[in-house]
């Protein structure tokens, strides 16, 4: 079973808590081992001298025939084998062994004959200062840990929050919204020195700053352009329509019907870019609006490309919430775009609140269907600017729902129009954007 983390706390805090925690128990480690080393060689090194100093003694009183102190024996019945060579052999020694069930430093050393003197003395106290030492290091070790693992998380948790909150805004940014900030309150301050994070904070807002002065202008530009053209389009129109009949007319009007249907999506792109376009709901059977979406379609386009018209499959209806002009709007400009970069047939299928547009040519571009359209973009020489599903995609995300691009395995290009289950927000976003 795995721990759930909260949101903030990424690899990041993971990692630096497992990094603070393996530090914590490996500096622990190696006082504790240092000092219980030190203090038992000292309480050691202090019992061994005082058998030895005892066994001095017991050997000068043997050696002149008095009587043996401090409990020496000769080759007493406890005495270590190991030590008891080690006498024999004509060497003194100590060693820590257990003696009537308690631990006893012993010294031993050599006598006339094969016999040891040996001089137990009691190492009870000593080992249980050792082991109150260890017990001690062991506790203060852990309450150490403990603490710096929590200073540790809180200092961590501040970065991470701080950095989470910038990614939110970074992807925020990605998704459209030009207006958020990080505006972080430590780079707010003149006298506090700046550290990483509240760099990568200015440098978000600033890029993002400088990205939304960039965009507002080129759609000013966009929308000037584009207003501007309508008023000399018209007058070309109205001339247009008093030219005799002929072919040079027929290519006259053409062009001029192409120039003004481009500016019209200019300004479409214009206002979506606005982000205050209104919605205008009603409920609509999808199936209905389907079939009468394919009908525009086909009545609007003079090309011929929707000569063969369109397959309609209603395989689940259902009853939406939507504004019908854009969700027509929509269909429409997928169809057309079907009809002209694909081959037929061309079927439209609703499938409850999921339509998809699909034709049998050879499938949408890479770049279309990693990123999505862009705008005055195609590729292998196929006619037209790119705006009609950019559009598509700008009234899709007015409408709430959501426009995908794949290609189908068995070839052709699919469209999926995912229509949301409630009806947009109609309040409570500013300046009526939706």
Not at 107 to 129: C, E, F, K, M, N
Request: hydrophobic share 45%.
């Amino acid at each position: 079973m795995r721990l759930a983390f909260p949101s903030w706390a990424g690899t990041l805090a993971v990692k630096a808590a497992v990094f603070i925690t393996v530090m914590c128990c490996a500096l622990a480690a190696l006082l504790g081992v240092l000092v219980h080393v030190s203090v038992t060689n000292q309480t050691v090194g202090q019992a061994r001298d005082l058998a030895l100093s005892r066994l001095k003694d017991a050997t000068a009183a043997f050696e002149a025939g008095d009587t043996l102190g401090w409990g020496a024996s000769l080759d007493p019945p406890g005495l270590p084998a190991s030590l008891r060579a080690l006498a024999v052999a004509g060497e003194r020694g100590t060693i820590v062994a257990d003696h009537q069930g308690r631990p006893t430093m012993w010294a031993a050393g050599p006598v006339d004959g094969a016999r040891a003197l040996a001089v137990p003395v009691d190492y009870s106290q000593s080992a249980r200062t050792i082991e109150a030492l260890d017990t001690a290091i062991l506790w203060s070790s852990v309450l150490a840990i403990g603490a710096t693992l929590l200073v540790g998380a809180v200092a961590v948790t501040r970065v991470t929050r701080r950095l989470h909150t910038t990614a939110q805004v970074a992807r925020r940014i990605t998704a459209g919204d030009l207006d958020a900030r990080v505006d972080d309150p430590r780079t707010k301050e003149p006298g506090r020195p700046q550290d990483e994070v509240g760099a990568v904070a200015v440098a978000l807002d600033s890029m993002a700053s400088s990205l939304q002065g960039k965009l507002l202008s080129e759609q000013r530009f966009t929308a000037d352009v584009a207003h501007e053209l309508r008023t000399p389009l018209t007058g070309l129109h109205a001339a247009a329509e008093l030219l005799p009949p002929g072919r040079p007319t027929e290519l006259v009007r053409d062009r001029v019907a192409a120039l003004r249907t481009l500016t019209e999506d200019l300004l479409e792109i214009s206002r979506l870019d606005t982000g205050r376009e209104r919605l205008e709901l009603d409920a609509e059977e999808l199936g209905a609006l389907a079939v009468r979406a394919v009908r525009t379609a086909e009545a609007s386009d003079t090309s011929g490309a929707s000569a063969t018209g369109t397959e309609v499959t209603v395989v689940r209806d259902a009853r939406v919430e939507t504004d019908r002009r854009r969700l027509e709007r929509v269909l429409g400009n997928l169809l057309a775009n079907a009809h002209r970069h694909g081959r037929s047939p061309v079927v439209l299928t609703v499938d409850g609140p999921v339509v998809t547009v699909r034709d049998h040519g050879d499938g949408y571009p890479e770049y279309l269907v990693t990123h999505g359209p862009q705008r005055f973009r195609t590729e292998g020489g196929a006619k037209g600017h790119g705006l009609g599903l950019t559009i598509a995609v700008g009234q899709a995300e007015v409408l709430g729902a959501r426009l995908t691009f794949t290609n189908a395995p068995d070839g052709g290009a699919v469209a999926t129009l995912t229509l949301p289950q409630t009806p947009p927000a109609r309040s409570g976003l500013p300046d009526g954007a939706a």
